[in-house]
């Protein structure tokens, strides 16, 4: 609690302002900070406590900015489980925003299609999730200033959210797909008996983050859209090997109809 805090404390010392929404920007979307104006960059590494992304591709910084009069904070740059960081430090910038009085997050993340109607290059509104990292972040104590023990988890994805990307997608002429989000904790991608199975237990993509994110924040009361880009259909469904490549090839293809969505999705779910 006391890092927390101190993380909170030095965040606040350097925007000095009111915080509307903050956004995790997966891969394929960390030029959306280039569209806010009014910006404060702040690097994690000067953040007291704040872990560092060591993944290629993802930077480490919180970048405060207005988009349209949204005051938005940025992280460009997420925390993963499989580079070494245990579930508290993957999930210790959301308790610093939920510490910060944030009330609204946007989660953002590639992921492969397990669903055989989807396509790469599609973007997919998170309906739900399945936890099969099989780690939860929410274990310890409770600090009940947070949040319940037992917190409800039937809405995580806020379905007034959920809503309102359908009507903007369709305002600018994007087709989104919806489905359910499976988190597997990486750093390999999945099995095609694995991708079986994620499809057998209903879900719709598989990834490697924000679950954990989505649990903390929803812990601490917080509504979430999460919205993932296609990059590839899941391990076994196409004939051939996956390669992160691939990845961030087709995020880099998505990233211009990725960000208008996000960035018409801001001004309408931000204020
Ligand atoms: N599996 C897991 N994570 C991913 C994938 C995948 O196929 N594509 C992008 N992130």
Redesign the pocket.
């Known amino acids: 609690m006391e890092k927390i805090k101190e993380a909170a404390e030095f965040i606040k010392s350097k925007i000095n302002d009111d915080i509307d929404l903050v956004i995790v920007l997966g ?1 394929g979307l960390s030029d959306l900070a280039d569209i806010a104006s009014d910006c404060i960059e702040i690097d994690y590494k000067d953040i007291p406590n704040f872990p560092v992304s060591t993944v290629v591709g993802h930077a480490g910084k919180l970048i405060y900015g207005k988009i349209g009069d949204v005051k938005t904070l940025m992280m460009k740059g997420r925390i993963h489980h499989y580079e070494g960081y245990d579930m508290k430090e993957v999930t210790f910038p959301m308790r610093v925003f939920g510490y910060l009085g944030i009330k609204k997050v946007i989660l953002t ?6 669903n055989e109607s989807f396509n790469p290059g599609d973007i997919a509104i998170i309906t739900d999730h399945i936890n099969l990292g099989m780690r939860n972040p929410l274990i310890g104590k409770n600090y009940d200033e947070f949040g319940p023990r037992f917190p409800d988890m039937s809405n995580v994805y806020k379905k007034e959210f959920r809503d309102k990307v359908k009507l903007v997608a369709d305002s600018l002429g994007l087709k989104v797909q919806e489905g359910v989000y499976t988190y ?1 904790t ?1 750093p390999n ?2 099995t095609p008996s694995e ?1 079986k199975m994620v499809r057998i237990l209903g879900g719709d ?5 924000t679950v954990p994110e989505a649990l903390v924040a929803r812990h601490m009361g917080m509504d979430i859209l999460g919205l993932s ?7 076994g469904i196409l004939d051939k090997p ?1 390669d ?1 490549k691939e ?1 961030l090839e087709v ?1 880099e293809r998505v990233k211009n109809d990725m960000m208008k969505l996000t960035e018409a999705i801001i001004k309408e779910i931000g204020k």
């Open positions: 891969s993340n590639a992921a492969g299609a397990v597997l990486g991608y999945e991708v993509m598989v990834g490697m983050s880009c296609i990059t590839n259909m899941a391990a996956l992160h990845v995020s």
